[in-house]
């Protein structure tokens, strides 16, 4: 379509539609990995945490490439890019399928993880330019069809393990996921000029920023710190959840519904599959009414909150439920949050590069989760690594609160007053959504 085509409410939804399918396609080489793992782990005899090794490598190739995949995805446009994805995802299971020894394993993660990266940055970052009125709900569906992608197929790939086992599984799912995103690719395209409207509720640059211009702003390195804590304090606290369970003695403890009957680690594991599939959108819809700042205060001091009073009452079953479901909560938003307000900030021309530099703080956060062990051993209880956390969580709250809205007025002001980056098609046939 070329520049001037109309604002169409239909056919941006169709798009978002296709990039939530596209996620969902995707989600099970993270979510369901952990129902391969006492499979492979019987056939091959190897240690578990050698086998945990391809996870570790898995999230670290996601995270880590996420810059470059940005530089491609501005380049090329989000069909290109989500159709290698899938085919790298579609590559990873089928290496896993025919995997006879440990780098087999950690091989199929590397792949898997360029073909999650390539498929989630462009996909949040398509949501970002047809959305920019409407950021936060767009890229928190878009970011939660990964987080609850898995749930339609954790039951079929069970039982497809238990009654074929876990290579031919490996192999007919990764042909399926991976067939199903790369059509779905072809659907995909960046809006052209006209087909946008900006947002008159949240604040937004008015030009496009390059990732050097955005690098030398004040903003981004606060986006930055801020991204940082909040993720490391949430996956230190989702990570060591089960071990917390066994410490404050709640593991085995059974949940008596009424309708059913469950121990209560796995029913608030199965809470923070919804937690977080709920929390993106939620949170991203606030903040497209509130403003991005204010719903950062909001999550954040929940979160910090949350995770202070699983300290300090967690040792009763039922507020050890709640209060993980609410940490689950309060948790999840980040990668809608953020997104969101890079968007606001730096416009849509390079946002894959520079959102790409920013999601390195998940890269980050992994790499603290395992002070948590450390802590907890320097001081024989996990109430130091809970009240450690929620420091992390309330200090960023106290940014958003007190230091984000200033930073950021400034940031969009200062915007304004500087030449506006022309809306152009680029050569893959991508536009700028000129926010």
Same mark, same amino acid.
């Given at each position: 379509?070329?520049s001037g085509a109309e604002f169409s409410e239909g056919r941006r939804w169709l798009q978002l539609a296709v990039g939530v399918v596209c996620m969902v396609a995707t989600a099970n080489i993270q979510y369901a990995w952990t129902l391969f793992v006492p499979e492979i782990q019987e056939t091959f005899g190897w240690e578990r945490a050698s086998i945990q090794i391809a996870f570790t490598i898995f999230v670290l190739v996601q995270t880590w *490439?996420?810059?470059?995949? @940005? ?73 939660? @069809? ?14 497809m393990i238990d009654s074929s086992g876990f290579q031919e599984t490996f192999f007919f799912f990764g042909l399926l996921q991976g067939g199903l995103a790369f059509i779905a690719a072809w659907f995909l395209r960046a809006p052209a000029a006209g087909e946008v409207k900006v ?11 390059? !990732? ?20 490391? @304090? ?20 059974? $949940?008596? !519904?009424?309708?059913? &009957? ?7 594991? /199965? ?33 910090? &909150?949350?995770?202070?009073?699983? @300290? ?21 938003? $980040? ?31 992994? !790499? ?23 420091? /992390?969580? *309330? ?7 007190? $230091?984000?809205?200033?930073? *950021? ?27």
């Amino acid at each position: 379509m070329g520049s001037g085509a109309e604002f169409s409410e239909g056919r941006r939804w169709l798009q978002l539609a296709v990039g939530v399918v596209c996620m969902v396609a995707t989600a099970n080489i993270q979510y369901a990995w952990t129902l391969f793992v006492p499979e492979i782990q019987e056939t091959f005899g190897w240690e578990r945490a050698s086998i945990q090794i391809a996870f570790t490598i898995f999230v670290l190739v996601q995270t880590w *490439l996420a810059p470059i995949e @940005g530089y491609f995805i501005d380049k090329l446009g989000p069909r290109m890019m989500v159709a290698f994805g899938a085919l790298m995802i579609g590559t990873a299971w089928v290496i896993n399928s025919q995997a006879m020894s440990l780098p087999g394993f950690y091989l199929g993660a590397a792949v898997g993880g360029v073909g999650v990266g390539c498929i989630y940055a462009t996909c949040i970052n398509n949501a970002l330019k047809w959305f920019p009125d409407r950021r936060g709900l767009a890229v928190g569906l878009t970011a939660g @069809g990964y987080g609850a992608g898995s749930a339609a197929t954790i039951l079929p790939i069970a039982a497809m393990i238990d009654s074929s086992g876990f290579q031919e599984t490996f192999f007919f799912f990764g042909l399926l996921q991976g067939g199903l995103a790369f059509i779905a690719a072809w659907f995909l395209r960046a809006p052209a000029a006209g087909e946008v409207k900006v947002s008159g509720k949240v604040s937004q640059s008015r030009r496009d920023y390059t !990732l050097k211009e955005a690098l030398n702003t004040k903003l981004f390195w606060l986006m930055l710190l801020m991204f940082t804590c909040v993720v490391t @304090g949430g996956m230190m606290a989702v990570a060591q959840l089960g071990v917390i369970a066994v410490d404050l003695g709640v593991k085995e403890f059974e $949940v008596n !519904l009424y309708f059913f &009957t469950m121990a209560a680690l796995p029913l608030a594991l /199965m809470l923070d599959r919804v937690m977080n599939g709920i929390s993106r959108p939620l949170f991203g819809w606030v903040s497209d009414h509130i403003g991005r700042e204010k719903t950062m205060v909001i999550a954040f001091s929940l979160e910090g &909150t949350g995770i202070i009073a699983l @300290g300090y009452f967690g040792h009763n079953p039922w507020a050890f439920l709640i209060l993980s479901g609410v940490v689950f909560l309060a948790w999840g938003e $980040v990668y809608s949050l953020f997104s969101a307000l890079a968007g606001d900030a730096f416009g849509t021309k390079h946002i894959g590069k520079i959102y790409g530099v920013l999601y390195t703080a998940k890269g980050i956060g992994a !790499l603290f989760v395992p002070i948590g062990n450390v802590l907890m051993e320097a001081t024989g209880t996990w109430s130091t690594v809970l009240y450690t956390v929620a420091g /992390m969580d *309330l200090f960023a709250a106290f940014l958003a609160l007190a $230091v984000l809205p200033k930073v *950021l007025n400034a940031h969009v002001a200062k915007s304004t007053l500087a030449p506006t980056t022309p809306v152009i098609e680029g050569k893959a046939g991508t536009a700028s959504a000129h926010a």
